[in-house]
């Protein structure tokens, strides 16, 4: 069960080409070996050091929902409001791209370790380009997790590929790979920690950019969990990559398993 604990909401990081600046995340953040079906609010702040500085604020609204013993389907709708200043006067706040994965499709499961992949569809849906990419996107993501000896921590490693296959033809195409390896330990019932890398490959622009990522994560209920994340860059020349930033969150389980009689 601990495997499904692996909830870090790393996330790949788009570029908004019509001005060559960085653009809202693409909030395909978790390793799929999530299974159980739930409703969450979280909230993520950027700041970036381009054009003089500016901030990125999202908030997504994310439900989850079982289909069969080896689907589960998500659904990320996230509002945006980006501090840039655009010269086209742009709306800073609204709808941005919409997202749909299937999550949890379970390759292989040995008795400390699972492979697992699922396939995410990001829309262009947002109200304006300062709240979204303007491209259509196909994101593949594959994991490895494994459960060490001790019974109390978990190493994954996962691989995603992101594509643009359509939208706005005066934005530039994507195409980049995020490479993640995720450390999480369990203290008890209650409480575990988070830490991992991000490596970006963008074969559009060229480049490469790593992010570090910590989270502290508390379940004051059985069906309630809370966490606090901060985020800090390496380095790097992709142009979506974020020097600094924060994530505060809250996770609802909509069901529980059921007790025998």
Same mark, same amino acid.
């Given at each position: 069960m601990l495997i499904l604990l692996v909830r870090f909401s790393y996330g790949q990081t788009?570029?908004?080409?019509?001005k060559n600046i960085p653009a809202p995340k693409i909030i395909s953040a978790d390793d799929p070996s999530q299974f159980l079906t739930r409703v969450e609010i979280f909230n993520e702040f950027q700041h970036y050091d381009k054009a003089g500085g500016f901030n990125l604020n999202q908030t997504v609204v994310r439900t989850i929902v079982k289909l069969g013993k080896r689907f589960t389907t998500r659904v990320d709708i996230p509002f945006v409001k980006n501090t840039f200043p655009y010269p086209q006067g742009f709306d800073k706040f609204g709808l941005g791209d919409i997202s749909f994965r299937l999550l949890g499709y379970n390759i292989h499961q040995a008795r400390r370790s699972a492979v697992t992949a699922?396939? %995410?569809i990001s829309l262009n849906t947002a109200a304006t380009p300062a709240q979204g990419t303007g491209k259509n996107m196909i994101i593949p993501v594959i994991s490895y997790t494994t459960f060490l000896k001790d019974n109390?921590?978990?190493?994954?490693?996962?691989?995603q590929q992101t594509n643009s296959v359509s939208g706005d033809e005066s934005r530039s195409d994507l195409s980049f790979s995020k490479i993640q390896g995720i450390a999480l330990h369990y203290w008890n019932k209650r409480m575990w920690t988070v830490a991992g890398t %991000?490596?970006?490959i963008d074969y559009i622009n060229g480049?490469?950019?790593m992010i570090i990522k910590a989270r502290q994560a508390f379940a004051p209920t059985p069906r309630i969990n809370l966490w606090a994340q901060v985020n800090g860059g390496l380095y790097g020349d992709f142009i979506g990559r974020y020097n600094w930033g924060g994530e505060i969150g809250c996770r609802y389980f909509m069901i529980r398993k059921s007790k025998t009689k």
């Open positions: 788009s570029s908004d080409s019509l699922s396939l %995410e109390k921590t978990l190493l994954s490693l996962v691989f %991000e490596l970006f480049g490469t950019s």
